[in-house]
C-alpha cells in the first residue's frame, strides 16, 4: 500500500504562484510514477503533470507547459508541483497519485491518490 498525503493549495491571485507538495510513505517509493491530476468544478479530472520513476522524464499538460514544475526528492518520499503565472482556469482540486510502471495520462491507470488540495485563482 502507498499512502499519498498532500499539503500546499488555497487561494491566490491570477499570476500568483504556489507549490503542491506530496508525501508518499508504504512502499518503495522510488518504484512509482507519480503526477499530479485536477478536477476543475463540474468537470472531470484531468491529467496534470508526471515524472517518472528516475526523475528524469517530465510530461505536462499543453495549458500548463512552462507555467508549472513537477519535481520529486526520492530520499525524502515527496513529489511537488511548482505553479506559476496562475489563471482563474488552473481552478480546480489537484490530486497526488501514483502508479507502478510507466508514465500515464489517464486517472485510470493509477493506483493510489491523495485527497486533494483546493487550488483556486481569482481574476
Known amino acids: 500500500q502507498v499512502q499519498l498525503v498532500q499539503s500546499g493549495g488555497g487561494l491566490v491571485q491570477a499570476g500568483g504562484s504556489l507549490t503542491l507538495a506530496c508525501a508518499a510513505s508504504?512502499?518503495?517509493?522510488?518504484?512509482?510514477?507519480m503526477a499530479w491530476f485536477r478536477q476543475p468544478p463540474g468537470e472531470e479530472r484531468e491529467f496534470v503533470a508526471a515524472?517518472?520513476?528516475?526523475?528524469?522524464?517530465?510530461y505536462y499538460r499543453a495549458s500548463v507547459k512552462g507555467r508549472f514544475t513537477i519535481s520529486r526528492d526520492n530520499s525524502g518520499n515527496s513529489v511537488y508541483l511548482l505553479m506559476k503565472g496562475l489563471k482563474p482556469e488552473d481552478t480546480a482540486k489537484y490530486y497526488c497519485?501514483?502508479?507502478?510502471?510507466?508514465?500515464?495520462?489517464?486517472?485510470?491507470?493509477?493506483?493510489?491518490w491523495g485527497w486533494g488540495s483546493q487550488v483556486t485563482v481569482s481574476s
Open positions: 497519485t501514483a502508479r507502478l510502471g510507466d508514465v500515464e495520462d489517464r486517472p485510470e491507470h493509477y493506483d493510489y
Open positions: 508504504g512502499r518503495a517509493f522510488r518504484s512509482d510514477t
Open positions: 515524472i517518472s520513476r528516475t526523475a528524469g522524464n517530465t
